[in-house]
């Protein structure tokens, strides 16, 4: 087994509580205002060598607000656009604790707006030691976009919901080395697979499709015959045929 690094102190509570207002301006003057809701961390095992690794790589405010602001770039405009809508998440709390797989999220309360992120000691305490830090950030990015996608209102197939938060993994360039374009059988064969072709649909159609895409999930209930039509006058399976045919002319 790879060895510990030594861990930075650990904070007098594990329990860490910040509301972030940001005010960033790009080199366009627009002012992005988003807000990230009350972030808090739960490390229900101090001990598991897990948690060390988790407190020695990454700071979990700086972690938990950096992605929050990244994918709400990506997947909507300013608050102020009438086009895209935030969903009204009001708290997110990430919770280290030692369950099987990698992390998974829930939502509570009465809008589903209070969101719970449960990441895996034992998966974070076997990654490999020299990218720690990179790891925690992706797999954090991709469940911090399950509290903030839409999800034509329960309709919309988990291959496409997986697909936009590896997409927006992707573009924090946080993929995993092991990620590598290839195609499956299935459109939304989900994760990586699907952000590919998502990512295929973003260069076809032009920047903001894929938001174009979350906002048509918030507004309308899934139907696949009838979803992407709508969106890009084409089917699903034609628009994958087409990605699929332009990567194998690529790669043959
Ligand atoms: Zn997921």
Redesign the pocket.
């Known amino acids: 087994m790879t060895r510990i690094p030594e861990p930075t102190p650990v904070p007098p509570s594990a329990h860490i509580n910040r509301t972030h207002e940001n005010h960033n301006q790009d080199q366009n003057g627009n002012k992005d205002n988003f807000s990230v809701p009350d972030i808090q961390l739960q490390i229900r095992d101090l001990k598991h060598p897990g948690a060390k690794r988790f407190l020695s790589a990454v700071d979990a405010a700086d972690c938990m607000t950096t992605a929050t602001l990244n994918l709400l770039k990506l997947l909507y405009h300013t608050p102020s656009d009438p086009e895209t809508t935030v969903p009204p998440t009001s708290s997110v709390r990430l919770i280290l604790e030692d369950i099987p797989g990698v992390a998974y999220t829930v939502g509570h309360g009465a809008d589903n707006n209070i969101k719970e992120i449960h990441f895996s000691l034992s998966y974070i305490a076997q990654i490999n030691p020299s990218r720690v830090a990179d790891e925690i950030n992706g797999v954090v990015t991709?469940?911090l976009v399950?509290c903030f996608q839409y999800n034509g209102h329960g309709a919309a197939p988990g291959g496409l919901i997986?697909g936009i938060?590896d997409w927006v993994r992707l573009h924090c360039n946080l993929s995993p080395p092991h990620w590598k374009q290839e195609v499956r059988e299935d459109w939304d064969a989900g994760y990586q697979h699907t952000a590919y072709f998502l990512e295929y649909l973003e260069q076809l159609f032009g920047h903001g499709t894929v938001r174009r895409i979350n906002d048509k999930l918030r507004s309308n209930v899934y139907a696949e015959d009838v979803f992407w039509i709508e969106l890009f006058g084409r089917e699903v399976k034609d628009l994958f045929a087409e990605y699929t045919k332009s990567f194998q002319d690529l790669h043959n």
């Open positions: 991709h469940e399950h997986e938060a």
